[in-house]
């Protein structure tokens, strides 16, 4: 009598009946570095979704600038915020263009693992001091590689782990569900850059171009509907992701807008300077002083070999804004005398 399957090896077979023919099936991952024997009930994208979900770089997030630095007020976005709408945007794009929902999400989750505090001033930050360089996306796969649970990683997917690394503009990754989220970073924070930016008084709705707006729409909930479907639309049936050029343009003049009006205003970006003066202070701090790093960052350079710079980045590269902060002042602000 055949075995009956289980719900992971009948989800495997939806996918082959349901995904189209470009899609990234599950059973034909190239899987793991160290092998695992499979779930019974998730499939190999869906496990490594939760665990990017469950690790502490993820839940890190939320206390991460995204473009303003330590805001007033709720409604602004965080790092992990921003993840989480690049992850909705993404996994909109994926189920119509029936591709692969889980690893559209997994790559989602997981993209800006490696960002630094104060957001890009912290990576310009370390990437100008430290001998080896500092790449967000780079970074993202160090942690799900060797950083997460004590320097043993999450052993997560080939294919997860190259959309991570290749979500910038210039890389390519090899899945489309990749391409998904590369395109769906941008759609994410050029428009809740725009929203930000307008509920913090560096813009008006009139300010932003009006022959991108003519394209796009005149309000965020627009854009992004536009640009999504434009996604899809333009993408239905064939072996790319990509936006139609009108709309494409039109995306790429409304950033180039806001690196001047937002990304480089004084208003906005006023702190930035203290912000990478801070990360430089810290960087120069452990170097010197390699003996206070946490255990699990010592044994990197002693049991593994890894270069003092690079966990000095590692270390700093995973602080809060609020951490890095509070860890500057023990440094460097003289502690008080208790009452006698």
């Known amino acids: 009598m055949e075995d009956k399957k289980c719900i992971r090896e009948l989800r495997e077979e939806l996918e082959r009946k349901m995904l189209c023919e470009y899609a990234s099936f599950s059973d034909s991952s190239l899987g793991r570095d160290v092998e695992e024997e499979p779930d019974e009930i998730r499939t190999i994208y869906q496990r490594d979704r939760d665990r990017i979900l469950h690790c502490k770089a993820f839940r890190r997030l939320k206390h991460k600038t995204q473009v303003f630095l330590d805001p007033e007020g709720d409604h602004y976005r965080t790092r992990l915020t921003h993840t989480l709408e690049v992850s909705q ?21 997981g993209h800006d693992l490696g960002h630094t505090p104060f957001g890009h001033a912290g990576e310009r930050a370390l990437n100008k001091i430290s001998p080896y360089g500092f790449h967000h996306n780079e970074q993202s796969v160090r942690v799900v590689e060797l950083l997460e649970k004590h320097g043993q990683g999450l052993n997560l997917t080939k294919e997860v782990r190259d959309g991570i690394k290749n979500h910038r503009s210039a890389c390519k990754p090899s899945t489309l ?26 813009l008006t709705e009139n300010d932003l171009p009006s022959e991108f707006t003519a394209v796009v729409g005149h309000d965020v909930a627009k854009r992004i509907d536009t640009m999504v479907k434009d996604v899809i639309f333009t993408s239905m049936g064939k072996n790319e992701v990509k936006m139609s050029e009108t709309v494409e343009a039109a995306m790429r003049g409304l950033r180039s807008f806001l690196m001047k009006e937002v990304y480089c205003n004084p208003a906005a970006k006023s702190e930035e300077v203290q912000a990478q003066r801070l990360v430089e202070y810290l ?4 170097l010197e002083n390699y003996e206070i790093l946490p255990i699990e960052y010592k044994r990197l350079v002693e049991e593994r070999g890894e270069p003092l710079e690079k966990v000095v980045c590692d270390y700093i590269a995973g602080m809060s804004d609020d951490y890095a902060i509070k860890t500057i002042k023990e440094i460097f602000v003289p502690v008080r005398w208790g009452k006698y």
């Open 283 to 286: 960087y120069k701090y452990y």
């Open 89 to 109: 945007i993404a996994r909109t794009i994926a189920r119509a263009l029936m591709l692969n929902e889980d690893l559209t999400e997994a790559i989602a989750l």
């Open 177 to 202: 569900e990749g391409k998904i989220v590369r395109l769906s970073d941008k759609i994410a924070y050029v428009n809740h850059d725009i929203d930000d930016a307008l509920r913090g008084g560096i």
